[in-house]
């Protein structure tokens, strides 16, 4: 994220002195920073003390190049360009028809778990 073109500063939420959401990062761009707490939800079946079992598939892809004021297409951009093969799909909320108002991604893993990025 720190060599993406546009990008200035990176951090995670903790660095940046946020102590009310455990994770997360900032990105800033220009004179905008932005912060996004990030959560995740196990796949089914799965539970916390239960041993990792990555399952990969074909790479999820970008869509676009995004503008470096567009934060949430520049963190679908890096994920994207870090072509997981754990990586089913990312979704971004911005695009969906019932959540223009709201900025973040869904990260879909192969093997059914989430990953929640949200903007704060």
Do not use: C, Y
Request: proline share 7%; aromatic share 6%; glycine share 10%.
């Amino acid at each position: 994220m720190r060599n993406t073109p546009g990008v200035t500063h990176v951090s995670t939420l903790a660095e940046a002195g946020d102590t009310k959401h455990p994770g997360g990062l900032t990105i800033t761009t220009g004179p905008v920073t932005t912060r996004w707490q990030i959560t995740g939800q196990l796949a089914p079946g799965e539970k916390h003390n239960d041993p990792e079992f990555p399952v990969e598939g074909e790479a999820f892809h970008a869509w676009t190049d995004p503008e470096s004021s567009d934060h949430e297409g520049l963190l679908a951009m890096v994920l994207a360009q870090a072509k997981s093969p754990e990586i089913h799909d990312v979704e971004r909320w911005s695009t969906r028809a019932e959540g223009k108002s709201k900025q973040g991604l869904t990260i879909i893993f192969h093997n059914g778990a989430r990953v929640f990025v949200r903007k704060l």
